[in-house]
């Protein structure tokens, strides 16, 4: 008898504790739902189906959907529709279930280790200047610059020539400053990405007169009668 009361009373703890352990689990997932009943809901942009790193954002519209999720669960940064990384691409693989924010996209031609990759089509140049012919060594890739030529001022019979050869060069990389052949000076190798007539230019320019560079906005040439010639008068030597 001894051994039978025992059993049933294990038996009984186990059921007991087993229908405490059921009772325990229906009310927390009955709170959660009565909390997510409450919740406030917002629209976010969830990966639908598996998104790989470099993707632009145009190619995206398949992969991704609407979800509502509780305002307290939307991640920093999330995305309801993505006019807000139009032209970027994805940094990283995106994956099924997750939420799309901003963090996760750049643009296509700047890369996280800051360095640059040049677009189809152009070529590279690289021009090695005194800093104060480089924005002050002041430049970084990614950056746009104009390309300035100035040409003549020997003398008072052959005026300065300036033309801005030009506008919005991308650069690509900037390499460390140096020391110029007269050892007087400081110098940095900026290279751009150039059209090939955008290339003989500034080729030309170097071999010709000085060049220089200045850093400007996605505009452009803030001064558009620049984009012609500007001629000054000579000084004697």
């Known amino acids: 008898m001894t051994t039978m009361r025992r059993v049933l009373t ?5 059921v007991l504790a087993a229908f405490g352990a059921f009772v325990l689990v229906s009310y927390v997932r009955g709170a ?5 009943a409450g919740a406030v809901l ?22 991704v959907a609407t979800e509502q ?12 529709d993505l006019t807000a990384v139009a032209g970027l691409s994805t940094t990283v693989d995106l994956l099924p279930g997750e939420q799309v924010v901003t963090g996760r996209f750049a643009d296509p031609t700047v890369q996280a280790a800051g360095e640059t990759t040049v677009p189809e089509g152009l070529q590279e140049v690289s021009l090695t200047l005194e800093l104060q012919r ?5 430049l970084a890739a990614g950056d746009l610059v104009g390309v300035y030529v100035s040409s003549g001022g020997l003398d008072v019979s052959t005026p300065a020539v300036t033309d801005l050869a030009v506008d919005q060069a991308l650069v690509t990389q900037v390499s460390g400053t140096g020391t110029d052949l007269s050892g007087s000076g400081t110098t940095v190798t900026v290279t751009l990405a150039l059209g090939q007539a955008d290339a003989a230019r500034v080729i030309a320019g170097q071999t010709q007169g000085d060049v220089w560079l200045t850093l ?6 803030a001064d558009t009668s620049l984009t012609g010639t500007t001629t000054t008068a000579g000084e004697n030597q």
């Open 10 to 14: 294990v038996t009984s703890a186990l």
């Open 32 to 36: 959660d739902a009565r909390a997510e």
């Open 42 to 63: 917002v629209p976010v942009l969830v990966v639908s189906e598996e998104i790989p790193a470099g993707t632009p954002v145009d190619d995206l519209a398949g992969s």
């Open 69 to 80: 999720v509780p305002q307290r669960l939307v991640a920093t940064g999330a995305l309801d």
């Open 134 to 138: 480089a924005v002050g060594g002041d």
């Open 216 to 221: 400007q906005d996605s505009t452009g040439s």
